[in-house]
């Protein structure tokens, strides 16, 4: 089947079949198609679009260009939960320890940061001895015996995906509903779950900064992880300040033992966690609804067991056995730590989220290319939020940094990312729910 005939049909707007995708993707694999080729078909996909059945069919194949995995004779079910990227967002880490005290088991299979957003990997690897890429057979054990393991995507799952994606990044077609659905779910379809929480990140600090724009793609990801097999409901959160108090990749690690150990849990941060988490138990069967999945999940914070299970998944991937004792000696510092000052006293009435994501970067706590290092370091910590009233010159947050050059720049890109005027509005952190 000649790849340009498989353009054209998209680029006159024609539904692909299923034998037109699937070379599609046997092309991506074997690199029978060319980067041009990729790209032209990314682009026809991303001015015309594809029709549910056509999203289907992409996702199942992209899933199934590479390894497929299976957990036979689990004791429970195998949940997961993914998040359209935000910033802050810290809830994979907490998350996924807590529904495996609860019965769930969770093979969490988390990526890196994109753009303005940080990734889970990246601050899971804050964390000094934790592998990312453990063989397989040592992510099955622990998933097994601990119920729960966050790693890194291996090259061997939906590498179609990964082909087409680096394309895509490259080409201006990472916009797309379909394409983004069929990308999210080959992955996740790939690590064999029985149940997906789709967290939408909507606003100025994520992908989709309107509620259409983060209903469109929760209905689309509902739609098609249902029709490929999949139990799946999406939630569309609030993305229109920082998630929790913390943004960076060892700050966050340490916001997240703090908020295991049931020392600090910031509202919205913690409404969010519970309201995914309950979803996954629901679905899996391990609660008659949300209410009493809340109440569990709450009983493993309170008990322990969900920072307990947090620590052993760090211990079993090579981390330190003391973590959660003794976060200091292992969470590297910046050497430089300032105030935020704000310039006026009022009310915090405005953020602009996606200016803070970049700033972490330029900290050196994200990546401008693929290849660059990160400064686990680095970020801000202690951010108000939104509705809080500021006497002038007081702290809206804290910058870390390498240096005082630095955190000079990261003070007035924060000052200028702040409003202290006009109305403000409460906006619930869950705003919508599909599916």
Not at 69 to 97: E, I, N, Q, T, Y
Not at 184 to 197: E, R, Y
Not at 265 to 276: D, N, Q
Request: aromatic share 4%; proline share 5%; with cysteine.
């Amino acid at each position: 089947m000649l790849a340009q005939e498989i353009i054209r049909a998209k680029r006159d707007g024609g539904a692909l079949g299923e034998a037109q995708i699937q070379s599609f993707v046997r092309g991506l694999v074997d690199g029978s198609w060319s980067e041009g080729q990729v790209a032209a078909l990314g682009m026809a996909v991303f001015l015309r679009g594809m029709n549910r059945d056509e999203a289907v069919q992409l996702t199942r194949a992209m899933m199934l260009s590479g390894r497929v995995l299976r957990w036979p004779d689990m004791p429970g079910p195998v949940l997961d939960k993914h998040s359209s990227g935000g910033v802050g967002d810290k809830v994979s880490l907490m998350l996924a320890p807590m529904v495996a005290a609860c019965g769930g088991y969770v093979p969490m299979i988390a990526g890196r940061g994109l753009g303005h957003t940080g990734g889970t990997v990246d601050k899971l690897e804050a964390i000094p001895g934790y592998t990312t890429t453990p063989a397989p057979a040592d992510f099955d054990r622990i998933v097994r015996t601990l119920g729960c393991a966050v790693i890194g995507q291996t090259g061997d799952l939906a590498p179609a995906d990964k082909r087409f994606y680096a394309t895509r990044d490259v080409t201006a077609t990472v916009e797309s509903v379909p394409l983004i659905t069929a990308s999210i779910l080959s992955k996740k379809l790939a690590a064999g779950l029985d149940v997906l929480a789709m967290d939408i990140k909507c606003g100025n600090g994520a992908f989709a900064d309107t509620p259409a724009m983060a209903r469109e793609l929760a209905e689309s990801i509902v739609a098609v992880g249902s029709g490929a097999g999949l139990k799946v409901r999406a939630l569309i959160t609030d993305m229109n300040e920082v998630l929790g108090f913390d943004a960076g990749n060892a700050l966050e690690i340490a916001e997240t033992l703090r908020y295991l150990k049931g020392e600090a849990r910031e509202p919205r941060l913690h409404e969010v966690t519970l309201a995914l988490a309950a979803e996954m138990l629901v679905l899996g069967g391990l609660a008659a609804d949300s209410s009493a999945a809340r109440l569990k999940l709450q009983a493993g914070l309170d008990s322990g067991a969900a920072a307990e299970k947090f620590a052993q998944m760090v211990g079993a991937l090579g981390g330190p056995a003391d973590l959660l004792e003794r976060p200091s000696a292992y969470l590297a510092a910046a050497p430089v730590v300032l105030p935020v000052p704000a310039p006026r006293a009022g009310r915090l009435t405005g953020l602009r989220t996606r200016d803070i994501g970049l700033a972490v970067v330029e900290l050196g706590g994200g990546r401008r290319q693929a290849a660059d290092a990160i400064d686990m370091r680095v970020g801000f910590s202690g951010f108000r939020h939104l509705g809080e009233q500021l006497s002038a010159d007081e702290p809206i947050a804290f910058v870390h940094a390498a240096d005082q050059a630095a955190a000079e720049r990261a003070i007035q890109s924060v000052r200028q990312a702040c409003s202290f005027d006009g109305d403000w509005t409460s906006t619930p952190i869950v705003m919508d729910r599909v599916g």
